[in-house]
């Protein structure tokens, strides 16, 4: 019998360079990630920019097998959201990230308070 590949928790690689959802330090399913050219491409922005907002950790990216940065399907939403805070905002990119987080943060309290209304909502209908 062959051995498995060993997977560390929270890598997003497994030994045969091949990215991967990572639990509980299994490989669980293959992700398909996209290249730093396709997301300058698809976001209009110079990789280089998009290099120094992954160092400012504003864009979540890991390196494949070959060194390549590899971002996140989500990352050309990400980065328009980045674009339309520094264009309506006074803000530098350090203090976008903070704000990131914190519209991140709003979105997850949002959706715990409707979780739990849910199940205890009351009849409104009189209002």
């Known amino acids: 019998m062959t051995q ?13 360079g091949q990215p991967a959802v990572v639990v509980r330090g299994y490989a669980m399913v293959p992700v398909r990630r996209l290249s730093l050219d396709d997301v300058s491409r698809r976001s209009g922005l110079h990789p280089e920019l998009l290099r120094r907002f992954v160092a400012l950790g504003l864009v979540d990216a890991v390196r494949g097998a ?5 971002f996140d399907r989500t990352a050309p939403a990400t980065l328009a959201r980045i674009q339309r805070l520094r264009a309506g905002l006074p803000l530098n990119y350090a203090s976008i990230g903070l704000v990131l987080d914190l519209l991140d943060r709003i979105t997850e309290l949002e959706d715990a308070l409707r979780r739990s209304n849910t199940g205890s909502r009351r009849d409104e209908s009189w209002i």
């Open 4 to 16: 498995q590949p060993r997977f560390t928790a929270g890598t997003d690689r497994v030994s045969a």
């Open 66 to 70: 070959d060194g390549r940065l590899l």
